[in-house]
Structures are given as C-alpha cells and as structure tokens.
C-alpha cells in the first residue's frame, strides 16, 4: 500500500512537470506575453439556462451570444473586450497597431466572436473600423453581420471589384465589413500575392483599424502569411 502510494504521487508528480497546458494569465505571463484580457466562456450561462428556457429560447441565446457587445452590453464579457480594445488602443503609441490578425490555434475557439466583438468595441470607442473575412475557406462574418457574401476579399484582391463595392456597412456605426468573397482555389497563394499587400494598404487609407478574421494558425498556414503584413497578430 505505501509503495503504490508514493509510486502514485511519483506519477502524478512528474505528469504534472511534463504538463505543458496553459490553464492561467500567470502561466503566460511567465512565458514573456503581455494578456490584454481574459474573455469568460460565454457558452456556460447557455448551457446553464437550456433546460429552463426550451429550444426556442437557446436558439435566440445562442444568437445574442455571438454579439454580446451589442445585444447584452452591460454583462462582463463585453466589458472584457472593452478592456482589450483600450490595452490595444494604448500598447503602442509610437507605432499604433491598426492592422490586426485574430486568430486562434484550433477551429472552434471563437475568433470570429472575439473579432466581431473587438471590432464592434473599436467603432463605439469612436473609430471608422474594417472588419475582413480572411477565411476563405470557412467564412462566417457575412451570417454573423447578416450582408451578402457575392463580392469580398477574394473579388478585391484578384482585382474583379473595388474597394468601394466590397466594402458594406452594418447596423453598427462607424463598422463595416469586407466579407470573403467567393470561394477560391488557393486561398493561401491568394493571401500570400502582392496583390493582398497593396489591398491592406488601401483599405488603412479609408479607416483607422483593419482586422482581419483568418482561419485557425493550427489548421492551415492563412493567418501566418497574413501575420507578415499586418502590424500584430
């Protein structure tokens, strides 16, 4: 019983060592990143309330909760991502970031929310703001905004529209949206092309923050052609 014991704690011990998981703001702090904010789950108070509330009801949450800077202004996720939005805003004051990649390491970690919603909290702080579908291959900002997707970045960049016919606004005052376009064969040859760089370049002449939704860093090499670009990723 006394070997099993210290072999157990022996095991749990050296697991624990070779555990590499990031699971607090301390833990990435010690690897020499600066954390603008820490955005709370926002699937847990879905989950909580589905029984409660019926299918109807989860539905029409699951729709406030891609928007939460708009549709549930006061609650502690939006305020979250008005502190990222003012961490940004004043990180570098000499050489301002107005041109941002949000990406994430795997699908479904909510960079599109997170981009939305920094987006959204950027033009409320009184700044004209670009929101780019960069996902070419899995788009969902013209569903999250609720515009077209016939004309976008794909279009643009191959020179097939203009800025001024690409670019929508939103219900959303001083946002608008580029959305991905139709879809495209390469998109990381695409994203990768001059033609991209002479784009981003346009569109920071028309507003004061370009972001950019690209896909996942883990899955494809998109957001990492697009991070030698732009100013932060």
Known sequence: LLAGLLLGLAAAFF??????????????ESLGVDVLGVIPH???????????????????????????????PMSP??????????NLTFMSQEHPLRSIVVTSAMPLEGKTTIASNLAISLAQFGRSVLLVDSDLRRPRIHRVL??????????????????????RATRIDGLSVLTSGP???????????????????????HFDYVLFDSPPIGAVT????LGRIVDSV
């Open 15 to 28: 697991m624990s060592r070779l555990d590499r998981t990031v699971r607090s703001v301390e833990s990435v």
């Open 42 to 72: 926002l699937g847990e108070a879905l989950a909580e309330d589905a029984p409660k509330r019926g299918p109807r009801a989860v539905v029409v949450a699951q729709k406030l909760g891609e928007l939460i800077v708009v549709d549930q």
């Open 77 to 86: 996720a939006a305020e979250t991502f008005r502190m990222i939005r003012t």
């Open 146 to 167: 609720e515009v077209d997707n016939k004309r976008g970045l794909s279009t643009l960049v191959e020179g097939l529209t203009t800025v001024n016919a690409a670019v």
């Open 183 to 205: 879809g495209h064969a390469d998109p990381s040859e695409l994203l990768h092309s001059p033609a991209c760089a002479r784009v981003k370049e346009q569109l920071l002449s």
């Open 222 to 225: 998109d957001a990492v052609v």
